[in-house]
């Protein structure tokens, strides 16, 4: 029962943020375990000492995970969500306070396994989630509610969804994804994009039965 913290890139709408935090809690109130799981809105993470003149100390600041996605980015403008991924795993505060992470950035991403992407979720470990690039026209269509809708799919990445015993209703692009109509299915593949996802969303429930009562299994 690790806590999740939530962490965002400067210039990021206080309104997408609280939108954000809004959708953690509701994932963790229908995995029932919200009254075991803190959320912790960290903002723009710039822990004292996070900057020696032009260099970021690791692990201290928003600033120093968007540059590991730099550097390790081979496309000019989007940042590698893998190797954002792979620092939050490597972050030496996970031995002190094992936690779920979440960063919320601006730009495009990308994974070398993947191409472009909306976000990229690594179950227990947390997500990157880009809330510009290929989703503004989704995003300037529904604003907040479409922020819910890739925060809701990426940490049902984080937590578990889906599990690799899963065979029936599974859609094989980009990752695993739900099949049926369900906050999880990739939206990249449904006609309407992610506007469909999360317009579905807003008329039932985000997950179908199948993801809901996997998500409750993985806090078993």
Known sequence: MKP???????GIEETYVAAAVSSIR???RLARVKARIKVHNLGVLRADGWRVEDTFVPYLSVDWYIEC???ASKRKGELNASAILAAFRADPFQ???PHYRVLLL??????PKYGTLVGL???TVGAVISLGSSGDAARDTLG????KTLVMHELGHSFGLLPDDRKKKVMKKLGKHCANTCVMRQGSAVSGDWETVTRDRLGGQPFCEQCLHDLRQFFR
């Open 144 to 147: 907040e509610e479409y922020i």
């Open 106 to 111: 601006r730009g495009g991403l990308y994974s």
């Open 4 to 10: 999740v913290y939530l962490m965002h890139e400067s």
């Open 69 to 71: 996605g730099r550097k």
């Open 26 to 28: 509701e994932v963790l």
């Open 95 to 97: 031995r002190v306070r």
């Open 121 to 123: 979720g690594q179950s």
